[in-house]
């Protein structure tokens, strides 16, 4: 849940280090931290706690070292052991002062560690699982081995998800990181070479990328960069392609990430759309590693994952049973792998993730897998662990998505799956080849309407402004329109802090709409879908309660529009796709709220983009 960087090399500078720290900040923000080796026996550390002004604070207390440095680490933390403090802050060190290492993950059995190593007269100065890490380094170095050995011995010692990258004075060129189910990748620029916990961290700076495979040591020295697996037997590596550019990682001329991203939402669904169909008109999806035999074999389909990804899952859920006549089970990803689900090898089980390294759905896959599922992951970060992972991965294509609220890979993530139902019911033979190619039509119509959409962001704006003072937000809908809904409320709940609840419309007058008086403000999705006029009837109910409804409804319906107080228009499609458009209003309501009442959209409080805890 943490951001990792390190690098070396003649050109190696601060500089690197803590912009890359910058493009990790997404992944937590807590504290930040560096160690470096100047004049190749010197180890310097600097931490800086002050929440989103840490990285701020670092910059300027690094003006106070040397820039110039060997091998230099860096991390940007988000807490799960010990408190937001200096001392827990990392790079941590041994008790010699020599190591210093940074940490992604969680160690699961630091406590025993701990215990024997204290026992062992090992001195603590944090209160955080990580700094075992640097004491186990510690000891290994002493009994003889080098610095990559001693992350292997240290790697099957510690139990959990995790990404280590370490350093030591006495090899002070080399920096030697591993991961065990946490992101880590490795890069190499002109004499610079890096690894870090994802791609953008370093783009612009590296220009050749490669995988690190889960119990994989990379040792990285300005010459070069080699892979082991925990036995010391060395690895091939293998390159990642990489196709963003640097402008793609940075803000674009926007006021933060976050309203970037809804704005490239044209193009990240186009994108996904982009070759998906060849000239036969067939959908063809060239990541597929499942042959169609197993596809047509299935009788059972599970999607998992977990807050937006879950909302997409539960879009498509529609589709995909409406189309293939596969019944179609839907679970938040931390619940999936503990409830014995009914799982055989009939069964395909789709993991949604736009990381496609968040733990829980990492380990929901896992234990898919293990029951003998087909798994596939519909991810937008290529060479994830993931889409490594699984039997078949599906790209999303949105782009790096920085902003902590996803926005654009959720659109994206309805598009993908959507064309999978599409897939499926061409393979199966559900569809004829026609009824899909009308359906895709309707798909790659789909980026103009986004646009339209944006044209209204003003509009949207104001009615956000004018509700500053609004205490509750209600979001309602039925059919596709309820994961709609409960995506608006996550929206607004993740940056403006606000109590906001998506409830299913027919489902408010069994207890909910006990909670709706005058002080409410309630979001009714009622575009054309087919259960339309079920919606109103039950958006009228709200209304006669006191409740202030804002309609989100087709463009012309004045029919709908003048049931609420207010009305956001998004363009009309097939009702199966109205998922994707839908949600965009409140996207933009929600960020604008969050904006109008000071907050930080692109990191929300106690938030983190990749959650890889469970
Ligand atoms: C989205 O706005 C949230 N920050 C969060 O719910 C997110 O969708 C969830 O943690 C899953 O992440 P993933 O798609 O990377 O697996």
Not at 157 to 177: F, H, K, W
């Amino acid at each position: 849940m943490c951001g990792i960087i390190g690098s070396t090399g003649k050109k190696a500078s601060l500089i690197d280090l803590i912009e890359g720290l910058g493009r990790l900040e997404y992944r937590g923000y807590d504290s930040a931290g560096i160690a470096v080796i100047s004049d190749l026996s010197k180890l310097e550390r600097l931490r800086a706690v002050d929440g989103t002004a840490s990285l701020a604070l670092l910059d300027e207390l690094s003006k106070g070292i040397n820039g110039v440095y060997s091998a230099g680490i860096g991390h940007t933390r988000w807490a799960t052991h010990g408190r937001v403090t200096t001392e827990n802050a990392h790079p941590h060190f041994d008790c010699t002062g020599n190591i210093a290492i940074v940490h992604n993950g969680i160690v699961e059995n630091f406590r025993e560690l701990k215990e024997e190593l204290a026992n062992a007269g090992h001195v603590f100065t944090s209160q955080t699982d990580t700094e075992v890490i640097a004491h186990l380094l510690e000891n290994y170095l002493k009994e003889g081995a080098n610095l990559t050995s001693a992350v292997s011995l240290a790697m099957t010692q510690l139990r959990g998800a995790m990404a280590i990258v370490a350093i030591d004075v006495n090899d002070p060129q080399t920096i030697v990181a591993c991961k065990r189910m946490a992101p880590l990748i490795v890069g190499s620029g002109n004499e610079v070479n890096f690894v870090a916990s994802d791609v953008p961290a370093i783009l612009g700076k590296a220009d050749t990328f490669y995988q690190v495979g889960d119990n994989q040591v990379v040792v990285v020295s300005p010459e070069e960069i080699s892979l082991y697996d925990l036995s010391g037997n060395q690895l091939e590596l293998s390159k990642i392609d990489v196709e963003w550019d640097l402008d793609a990682a940075v803000r674009g001329g926007f006021h933060d990430f976050m309203s970037k991203e809804i704005f490239e939402q044209s193009n990240s669904v186009r994108d996904t759309l982009l070759g998906r169909m060849n000239p036969d008109g067939e959908i063809i999806l060239d990541e597929m590693r499942l042959k169609i035999d197993d596809l047509q074999e299935i009788n059972k389909i599970f999607i998992v994952g977990c807050g937006t990804s879950y909302h997409a899952g539960m879009v498509a859920k529609y589709a995909i049973e409406h189309w293939t006549r596969l019944p179609v089970e839907l679970d938040i990803s931390s619940e999936f792998r503990y409830r014995d689900p009914v799982v055989d090898s009939q069964t395909l089980v789709i993991g949604v993730s736009q990381s496609g390294e968040t733990l829980d759905t990492m380990a929901a896959m896992h234990e898919a897998s293990l029951l003998g599922a087909k798994t596939l992951v519909v991810s937008n970060v290529m060479g994830s662990s993931m889409a490594r992972a699984a039997d078949a991965v599906l790209y999303t294509r949105a782009g790096p998505e920085i902003g902590v609220a996803a926005t654009k890979t959720h659109t994206s993530q309805i598009v993908a799956l959507l064309l999978l139902a599409l897939y499926l019911a061409q393979v199966r033979h559900n569809l004829q080849l026609s009824e899909v190619g009308e359906i895709f039509s309707e798909l790659q119509l789909l980026p103009p309407k986004i646009d339209q959409i944006l044209e209204t962001n003003d509009k949207i704006a104001s009615v956000a402004q004018s509700m500053v003072d609004v205490k509750r937000f209600y979001f309602i809908g039925r059919q596709i329109g309820y994961p709609v809904a409960l995506e608006g409320a996550l929206k607004l709940k993740e940056i403006s802090y606000l109590p906001a609840e998506g409830y299913p419309a027919g489902e408010l007058k069994h207890g909910p709409i006990a909670m709706i008086d005058a002080d409410a403000v309630v979001f009714g999705i009622a575009t054309r879908t087919r259960l339309w006029e079920k919606t109103i009837s039950n958006i009228e109910e709200v209304k006669v309660r006191g409740a202030k409804v804002v309609m989100i409804v087709n463009s012309g319906d004045d029919a709908s529009s003048s049931l609420g107080d207010l009305a956001f228009e998004v363009p009309q499609t097939h009702p199966l796709l109205a998922g994707v458009l839908d949600v965009i209003p409140l996207q933009l309501f929600a960020y604008h709220l969050s904006i109008a009442l000071g907050n930080d959209v692109d990191r929300p409080r106690n938030l983190a983009k990749t959650v890889t805890v469970e």
